[in-house]
């Protein structure tokens, strides 16, 4: 997880970790109250301006932890605002500084179209009730005296889902929200989160039902050299999990099944977009719903091994681990049948790993059970990659015009061209994220800090060729489209 704030991240685990905690002992209900005076017992505040804010932060962050709402009002967005958290921000965009002369000119002033500014006894003065955000009389201003304030949560979003309400609390339109967490890792005050699934999981191990892990293959690299997908199937079964698989498996049997179905729109002229980035497939449904017939119905990795595990086992509860936000909404459509169950980030596994003592230790990188290309999946341009070597495995002569959209601006761009039908390529590759799902917002390490161990890593896999494994696996028969 990245931020340059570590005292939100310790607050963040901390909660995660107690919660995790008192689930494995089966004590959580009758002493979740006790969290917010264990972690904030007084009398001096640590971080806001009273222990009362900082208990109710708590309460809430617990909530989220819980998988609820912190506001008691549920919904099934799983990105929320932390209301408590949220009001240090400025609530105007536009600030009059120091720097004005209070000129004769007034540029600023004459600027404005909606009468919002006024010269006070030292500089202009902006009425926040009356500014537009327009941002003319910044434009025009000659002492550059004007500064946009743009709050780090909104400047983040790419879909302009936040608003504030009348006391300058921040609130998600979920109407417009993607659900990638851009958000979350951008506000400098911990006042957005999301739920985790935590507490369910934890409560069907104990139950001794039987749950799967699934890990993304964005994981490779992310904590060390060392730290491998073996590392990770110990650890996991020592906490409870029954097994764990690798989703790059699933990124061969999605490439194998979006390279036959990309064949057959490349003949038929039809342009066609990727569907393994939940964030990107939200975008299409929420803001182009126009081309959602042009999207591919190939499921993702994630669903694709959930229902090669559930077609083993009917009973078999599926748990996505990656660094991913949206993720957790994919696993809430209903519509897709054999879907995971849950979803988790690196920071919820690891806290209920701590929570059990348990730590990921070094361990040969002896599992192997997706191919190259399925393990660079989670890059941006790795979908790509792996279609295009499909398409020299089925011996198809296509070299296909692909747009490889690298974070949600060109993601947003290559819609907007193909909604007004002027996309210069034959299909675009959606990856929300910066670097694709390796740069999500849960990660661990940036993409260039773990790029290195990274390609250690896969460079260690066999030289399997995508059909080859899938076949190899055998998963060929798993059903790969949404309906």
């Not at 958000?183 to 001794?208: R, W």
């Amino acid at each position: 997880m990245v931020t340059n704030d570590a005292t939100i991240l310790r607050i963040k685990h901390d909660v995660l970790y107690e919660v995790a905690k008192l689930a494995w002992e089966g004590k959580l209900e009758e002493m979740e109250d006790n969290i917010p005076y264990q972690m904030i017992p007084g009398p001096q505040a640590q971080f806001r301006c009273c222990i009362y804010k900082e208990r109710e932060i708590i309460k809430q962050r617990v909530r989220l932890a819980e998988g609820k709402c912190p506001s008691g009002k549920d919904t099934r967005n799983v990105v929320h605002v932390i209301s408590a958290a949220c009001e240090e921000c400025p609530i105007a965009s536009y600030i009059v500084t120091d720097n004005c002369r209070k000129c004769m000119g007034k540029a600023c002033q004459n600027s404005c179209n909606f009468g919002a500014i006024t010269m006070g006894t030292d500089h202009a003065y902006i009425d926040p009730n009356k500014c537009k955000e327009c941002g003319k009389c910044a434009q025009a201003c000659p002492y550059n005296a004007i500064a946009h304030l743009e709050r780090p949560c909104k400047k983040v979003c790419p879909v302009d889902a936040i608003t504030y309400d009348e006391y300058g609390i921040c609130e998600i339109d979920e109407s417009k929200c993607i659900q990638c967490g851009a958000c979350i890792h951008s506000c400098p005050f911990g006042a957005i989160g999301s739920k985790t699934f935590m507490v369910d999981i934890i409560n069907l191990i104990n139950a001794g039902k039987k749950v799967v892990a699934m890990v993304a293959p964005a994981t490779e690299g992310q904590f060390g050299k060392d730290i491998t997908m073996a590392s990770w199937k110990t650890a996991l079964k020592k906490i409870g999990f029954a097994d764990m698989i690798e989703v790059a498996l699933g990124g061969d049997m999605t490439a194998a099944a979006e390279a036959a179905e990309w064949a057959e729109a490349y003949k038929e002229g039809k342009k066609m977009t990727t569907s393994c980035c939940p964030a990107f497939v939200n975008m299409i449904k929420q803001h182009f719903p126009m081309l959602l017939d042009n999207m591919s119905t190939t499921v993702s990795p994630m669903v694709a091994v959930s229902r090669m595990l559930k077609e083993q086992d009917p009973e078999t509860i599926t748990v996505f681990i990656g660094p991913c936000i949206a993720k957790k909404s994919e696993t809430l459509d209903l519509n897709i049948e054999g879907n995971a169950d849950y979803a988790m980030t690196f920071g919820e596994i690891r806290a209920m790993m701590r929570a059990k003592d348990v730590e990921l230790e070094p361990e040969e990188n002896s599992l192997q059970e997706g191919s190259v290309f399925g393990k660079r999946f989670g890059n941006a341009g790795g979908v790509t990659k792996a279609v295009v070597q499909c398409f020299k495995e089925m011996n198809e002569d296509i070299e296909p015009k692909v747009m490889e959209c690298n974070g949600a601006a060109e993601c947003k761009k290559a819609l907007l061209l193909m909604k007004v039908g002027k996309l210069p390529a034959d299909f675009v590759e959606g990856m929300v994220c910066m670097g694709g799902c390796v740069g999500g917002p849960s990660k661990h390490k940036t993409e260039m800090e773990a790029k290195k161990d990274r390609d250690f890593l896969i460079g260690q896999a066999d030289g399997r060729e995508v059909h080859q494994n899938v076949k190899e696996m055998g998963v060929q028969d798993v059903a790969m489209h949404r309906h």
